[in-house]
């Protein structure tokens, strides 16, 4: 009965994080005001407590007391023991409750089949090498993260340009978006779209009203996104025109408010303690710093100034990119080009989502990354990321 408890607790996500943390600490003894902090710290919404009271009366912890006896600390089980020292009870001295979780192999056993469920085999041994890089580390956030919450994918972003084209190309316009090559698209949508002329139209017209849609509060700190901060890297490098990770961040004073891109890029003098959101492809804000076509793209790796911004960010570091597509070529080529330029100083990571080992090596113009692999099940993407994150940062309990 009690290991059925145990169990229902462990995998109740609301207490999972608490229990984790209780847990690091091993089976070392600490009063009640020790957990009662973690549980303000990480169950801020309730009752700390009551939930010491459940935890309690659900056996996850063991008791003892402390008491003193001529001048020194002793510990016993039981208060009607009798102390070895003077003979009288130990509840006849000064002393103290103190409690250790009891949950520990339980809990530790039951994290080792979460690793084996929500990843590939491989994958924890990368995100220990992750673990050990933790501080050259910095996220690299693609649309994935930004899909999660409801926004378009980076190739969704021009289907809208259907609606408001002539019935006579619809079919011209859907064969090349299955192409999926986006100058074609664009091309094509400039060429018939009767408000679009050029790439300042596109985006304005196309692009910004997508990119402009507000978010929830509520799902914002739902999502991915404040696991993702939570790593609290340096920086944080965006191919996405949004600023989401900004607004998560001011929701949760996680400190990344400041939004940067390469054409209001100060250098890197004026950033020191400043955490920031580096969006390489720029922002909404600025049309005019945006990467969209072909040719914004080799004008991006094209000029000196601007590659020498971007290798600034991206060597002596590892990128950990996050919510990238392996189908999306357009991508693909960038991906090669940052992974390579930092060979010989850091290994790369890249989180895929039922991805293909196999596959990925054929369509990767890089060997200097390594994988992270997320299995679609039927568990929730969002505890897979959480607890990717978690092990990362060493918060996840293995005995
Ligand atoms: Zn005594």
Redesign the pocket.
Known sequence: MKEKLETLFINNQKWNKLLNMTALNGDKYFREKHYLDLIKKYMPKEDSVEIFKELLEKKMFKRKFSYE??DDIYDAELLEKK?E????KVIE?EYFELYSPSYLSELSKNNIQLIKDYYDSDSKIVMEDVRSNIDRVIPFVGSGISKNVGMPLWLELFKKAKDKISDEYKPYFDLEYESKNIDKIIEMVKRVHPLIQDDKDLKKEIIAPEIKKTIPNEILLNSIIPDILKLDAEYIITTNYDDLLEKTSLLLCSGYEESRDISSFQGFESLDETQYIFHIHGTIKNYDSMVVTNEDYNNLYDSEEKKRILSGLINKHSMLFLGFSMDDTYFSDEFGKICESNKGYCTNYYVMINGDRQKKDELLKTTNVRFINIKSTNFDIKNQYEFMIEYILGNIYIE
Do not use: A, Q, V
């Open positions: 006896c001529d102390c020292i003077c003979g009288l001295h």
